[in-house]
Every structure is written in structure tokens, then in C-alpha cells.
């Protein structure tokens, strides 16, 4: 991720704190709470990216326009962070993979094969009283979550609705978010909706990775079916191919 420009340390602390319509002050109890991460020169120097700067406003809407707590903002900001964290990982396993398609023609390597089955922790098996019952709620709250869209249970064939287990964990996460930290329904929609986020680029990072393997396997397959001695690359056409009927030669 240090690529991307967004994440390039730039900014000392008094421009970014200009560019946030914030005191410098402000910025570094901001960095004390983890709520950003700045970089730093060879000097210890702070220096803010783009993206420093992006959570520093979001953080200024959360807490103004909200009226969100910083304990809400904490837990907002470490579910970014975590998102951010997880795309750098993301590119770095492209770089992996793409670094071992152009090695490993040589050096063929056994991949796992994927199992594209779901998540056992996603499959909706709980009806609403046993899930109420397993968070300690009534069912009319967890309804008013779902039209909040802080959970999103799964609809059984008669519409019925069923929660998985990750259902149960963002209920509880609710709870601890409102009655241990006191954040209010608007924090808790933000905080959740990156819950959410999280999990979904997670899902597709592993997909990701699956297809990309599946890829390497099929190339990796393919190399080692042709003939000895060959040079070619699996990916052009065999020498021995039919021609292309402008390429025939005019002596038949």
C-alpha cells in the first residue's frame, strides 16, 4: 500500500492541521488516542498523507455532525484502520501471486484447491426469539436493528427470517457499543456499516486469492503438458497449429 499516493507521508502537522480546520494540539491527541497514524520523517517529524487527512475529517463529521462520543470514534477509526490494513495486505498478495506466475514455469508448485463453500459462521440457522434469546434483547429491538441496517439477517424459503452466527457477534457488539460505551444510534450505524465492510472486503480478498490460485494451478497444469524440450509459453500457440490462411505458402 505504500504505492498507493493517497498513503504517502507529505503533510507536516501544521498544514494538515490547516487543511482540517483543526489546532496541532488537536492532531497529535488524535494520534496519542490511535485514532491516526501518522508517518514520520528520518527526523521523527510527523507527516500526514491523504488518507491522514481523509480520517481527520471524518472524524471532525462524527464528532460534529453526529454527535458522536470518542469512544464511538475510536472504534470507528479502528475499523478503518483495520480496512486499510486489510487492502494493503490484499495488494500484497497480488504481488505475491504475480511474482510467483513469472517464476514459477521452472519451479511448478502445488496449490490447494479451493472449496468455495460458505463461511459456516454465515449460515443463517437462529429464528428471532432464539437470537433475542442469545443476545439478551427483545425481538422488536433486533427488528429495529435490522430496519437500521445494523444486522442484516438472512429469509428462510417462507420469508422467515434466520440469523447466522456473525448475526449473534454484531448483536453483541451492538450492546457492548451502546451500554458499555455509551455511543449513540447514529455512531453505531457507522460503526457497523464498516463491520460490514470489513467483512465483505474480507470475503472478497479470500475469493480473490482463490481465483488467483485457481489461475496459477490451471497455467502451472498447462506448462507441464507440453511436449519436452519446449520453450514456449503456455499461454501462445503450439508450433505445430494449423496456419492462418494468409500465412500459407503460395507453392501448394
Known amino acids: ?17 490547516e487543511l482540517v480546520d483543526m489546532h496541532p494540539q488537536t492532531l497529535r491527541l488524535y494520534e496519542r488516542k490511535g485514532l491516526i497514524r501518522p508517518g514520520r520523517s528520518n527526523g521523527k517529524t ?57 517464476e514459477q514455469q521452472s519451479r511448478p508448485k502445488a496449490l490447494p484447491a479451493p472449496d468455495g463453500q460458505m463461511d459456516p459462521k454465515d449460515r443463517p440457522v437462529y429464528v428471532i426469539s432464539i437470537a433475542a434469546e442469545l443476545v439478551d434483547m427483545h425481538p422488536q429491538t433486533l427488528r429495529l436493528y435490522e430496519r437500521k441496517q445494523l444486522i442484516r439477517p438472512g429469509r428462510s424459503s417462507g420469508k422467515t427470517r434466520l440469523y447466522s452466527d456473525r448475526d449473534i457477534e454484531h448483536l453483541r457488539e451492538i450492546r457492548r457499543l451502546t451500554q458499555e460505551l455509551g455511543v449513540n444510534l447514529a455512531g453505531v450505524e457507522e460503526i457497523m456499516r464498516l463491520r460490514h465492510e470489513l467483512d465483505g472486503a474480507k470475503s472478497s480478498l479470500e475469493g480473490n486469492v482463490r481465483r488467483l490460485q485457481e489461475d496459477i494451478t490451471d497455467r502451472m497444469t498447462r506448462w507441464r503438458t507440453l511436449p519436452s524440450g519446449t520453450d514456449e509459453d503456455p499461454e501462445q500457440p503450439g508450433k505445430d497449429e494449423p496456419a492462418a490462411a494468409g500465412d500459407v505458402s503460395q507453392g501448394r
Not at 1 to 17: E, F, L, N, Q, W
Not at 67 to 96: C, K, P, S, T, W
Open 1 to 17: 500500500m505504500a504505492s498507493d499516493p493517497k498513503h504517502r507521508p507529505v503533510y507536516v502537522i501544521s498544514v494538515a492541521a
Open 46 to 102: 510527523r507527516l500526514y498523507s491523504d488518507r491522514d487527512i481523509e480520517h481527520l475529517r471524518e472524524i471532525r463529521r462524527l464528532t460534529q455532525e453526529l454527535g458522536v462520543n470518542l469512544a464511538g470514534v475510536e472504534e470507528v477509526m479502528r475499523l478503518q484502520h483495520e480496512l486499510d490494513d486489510l487492502q494493503g495486505e490484499f495488494e500484497a498478495e497480488i504481488e505475491r501471486i504475480e511474482g510467483e506466475l513469472r
